[in-house]
T-cell receptor
Framework: GQNIDQPTEMTATEGAIVQINCTYQ??????LFWYQQHAGEAPTFLSY??LDGLEEKGRFSSFLSRSKGYSYLLLKELQMKDSASYLC??????????WGAGTKLIIKP | TAGITQAPTSQILAAGRSMTLRCTQD?????MYWYRQDLGLGLRLIHY???????GKGEVPDGYSVSRANTDDFPLTLASAVPSQTSVYFC????????????FGPGTRLTVL
């Protein structure tokens, strides 16, 4: 079957680093996406990984291990505006996305 | 450019009534999608369209229908609404060329009483 798991909620402190993990089981895997969704808004694209390794984009980095079915999103120098839900989604053989339930990240001052 | 627009922003609907949620994109994307998002659950695909004139069923299609008469518009119709269809509905699109990022509309919050 196809499945995505990520923690429901995480709390971190402003200025710190947080890692949000995601495990997946997807047939015909075509890559792993991370989206950010602020409360009451639409999801917006953050990153895409298809090869093993780390992709860095400013304060955000995303990592993929295909052999382990595992990804993480790393957020550095946390800011209050990073308070949001982070959605992990894997792309299947039909190029459709299978979504996790999202991780709500709470940033405390 | 506007990207993707959805209408209405929110709606309260009596059970048994019909309703059409509108979605329009101006990016000339081939593929369009309708999702519902419920608390504690991931985005679930209702219907999709890979190109104008074609549609397909997603994970939760029952009670919903779609059409794709042209590239820009992808309306979602609830023929006879039920309370379990209370949700936030997102329309999304992408170029439809393979591994593409999906771009989302602002969503429609629907309450069925």
């Amino acid at each position: 079957g196809q499945n995505i798991d990520q923690p429901t909620e995480m709390t971190a402190t402003e200025g710190a680093i947080v890692q949000i993990n995601c495990t997946y089981q997807t047939s015909g895997f075509n890559g792993l996406f991370w989206y950010q969704q602020h409360a009451g808004e639409a999801p917006t694209f953050l990153s895409y990984n298809v090869l093993d390794g780390l992709e860095e984009k400013g304060r955000f980095s995303s990592f993929l291990s295909r052999s382990k079915g595992y990804s993480y999103l790393l957020l550095k120098e946390l800011q209050m505006k990073d308070s949001a839900s982070y959605l992990c989604a894997s792309m299947d053989s039909n190029y459709q996305l299978i979504w996790g339930a999202g991780t709500k990240l709470i940033i405390k001052p | 450019t506007a990207g993707i627009t959805q209408a209405p922003t929110s709606q309260i609907l009596a059970a048994g009534r019909s309703m059409t949620l509108r979605c329009t994109q101006d990016m000339r994307h081939n593929a369009m999608y309708w999702y519902r998002q419920d608390l504690g659950l991931g985005l679930r695909l209702i219907h999709y369209s890979n190109t104008a004139g074609t549609t397909g069923k997603g994970e939760v299609p029952d009670g919903y229908s779609v059409s794709r008469a042209n590239t820009d518009d992808f309306p979602l119709t609830l023929a006879s609404a039920v309370p379990s269809q209370t949700s936030v509905y997102f329309c999304a699109s992408n170029p439809g060329t393979g591994v593409d990022t999906q771009y989302f509309g602002p969503g429609t919050r629907l309450t069925v009483l």
